[in-house]
T-cell receptor
Framework: NAGVTQTPKFRILKIGQSMTLQCAQD?????MYWYRQDPGMGLKLIYY???????DKGEVPNGYNVSRSTTEYFPLRLELAAPSQTSVYFC??????????????FGEGSWLTVV | AQTVTQSQPEMSVQEAETVTLSCTYD???????LFWYKQPPSRQMILVIR??????QNATENRFSVNFQKAAKSFSLKISDSQLGDAAMYFC???????????FGKGTKLSVIP
């Protein structure tokens, strides 16, 4: 009963480095999301996907890229890390609009610090 | 656009007592979902309870229950028999039935006093 699994849980990056946050879900959900949460703030949507091969920007997409080659996986790529990207990142998934019982389920979060 | 308002930035409750967290929302939609998520210090986002707007019956999950007042656009969370592990930030969230996106309130930080 894994749900949404994301790795790594903690990472320290140097300015200018790149990395990929991995995310997988085993609920056969069509929709997947990446959010970030800055200290003391709510969640902001970075990117989302409505199905394999389809992605779209959310509220704060700059500095990030995503891909969705399969239903299960939705990695988030950080290019040229900046201190402003220090945050907690959440992957999430849901059945999607109009689906009975549609609910967004979150992974455990990935703490990223850029120094 | 929808808005979600949590008017209590912080609340505290004695262990074993009951506490109610407030949430109001504004929307022009008639079909939607409302959620309460718990975020402990580990920062994990945990779904506590979910309410479908077309259901008049208030949702209940063990010690957690909601008071959903659709006309008043109010969605409060009641925690009974509070436990130390209930200490966390609680977020109220809205999602239109035809939407993919959650709208969050700013959260209420709940402390549980032993």
């Amino acid at each position: 009963n894994a749900g949404v699994t994301q790795t790594p849980k903690f990472r320290i990056l140097k300015i200018g480095q790149s990395m990929t946050l991995q995310c997988a879900q085993d609920m056969n959900h069509n929709y997947m999301y990446w959010y970030r949460q800055d200290p003391g703030m709510g969640l902001k949507l970075i990117y989302y996907s409505v199905g394999a091969g389809i992605t779209d920007k959310g509220e704060v997409p700059n500095g990030y890229n995503v891909s969705r080659s399969t239903t299960e996986y939705f990695p988030l790529r950080l290019e040229l890390a900046a201190p402003s990207q220090t945050s907690v990142y959440f992957c999430a998934s849901s059945k999607g609009p109009g689906q009975t019982g549609n609910t967004i389920y979150f992974g455990e979060g990935s703490w990223l610090t850029v120094v | 656009a929808q808005t979600v308002t949590q008017s209590q930035p912080e609340m505290s409750v004695q262990e074993a007592e009951t506490v109610t967290l407030s949430c109001t929302y504004d929307t022009s939609e008639s079909d939607y979902y409302l959620f309460w998520y718990k975020q402990p210090p580990s920062r994990q986002m945990i779904l506590v309870i979910r309410q479908e707007a077309y259901k008049q019956q208030n949702a209940t999950e063990n010690r957690f229950s909601v008071n959903f007042q659709k006309a008043a656009k109010s969605f409060s969370l009641k925690i009974s028999d509070s436990q130390l592990g209930d200490a966390a930030m609680y977020f109220c969230a809205f999602m239109g039935a035809g939407s993919y996106q959650l709208t969050f309130g700013k959260g209420t930080k709940l402390s549980v006093i032993p």
